[in-house]
């Protein structure tokens, strides 16, 4: 997978763009069902986006989850210690550890 390939995928998912700007509106509670169910599935596959990329250091940095991640934390949708939360910040730190430098 490829970066271009990888955000792609992600971008499908992220529930930042439309969902918690509802949620900073006021028309969607974060804990709305629907809402956690795609935040869910979007966990996943930014989850599944880290164990099957492989690129170098400065191109998985783009990957970076921690701002996304802070959003949602931000308007309530996720806590800090969500185990998926957890589990994406660990898996990035260990691929950006495993990752290698650009040429």
Known sequence: MTLDQAI????QSDP?????????????????AGLRAITEAWLGTYHKVLDTVQL???ALVRLDPAPRLAVLID???LTADH???VGLG?????????????P
């Open 8 to 11: 792609s995928t992600l971008s």
């Open 16 to 32: 930042i763009v439309k969902l918690v700007q509802q949620v900073k509106l006021g028309r969607m509670k974060p804990s709305d």
């Open 56 to 58: 170098e250091r400065a």
């Open 75 to 77: 308007t309530g949708v």
């Open 83 to 85: 185990p998926a939360v």
């Open 90 to 102: 660990t898996l990035f730190d260990k691929r950006l550890a495993e990752a290698k430098p650009a």
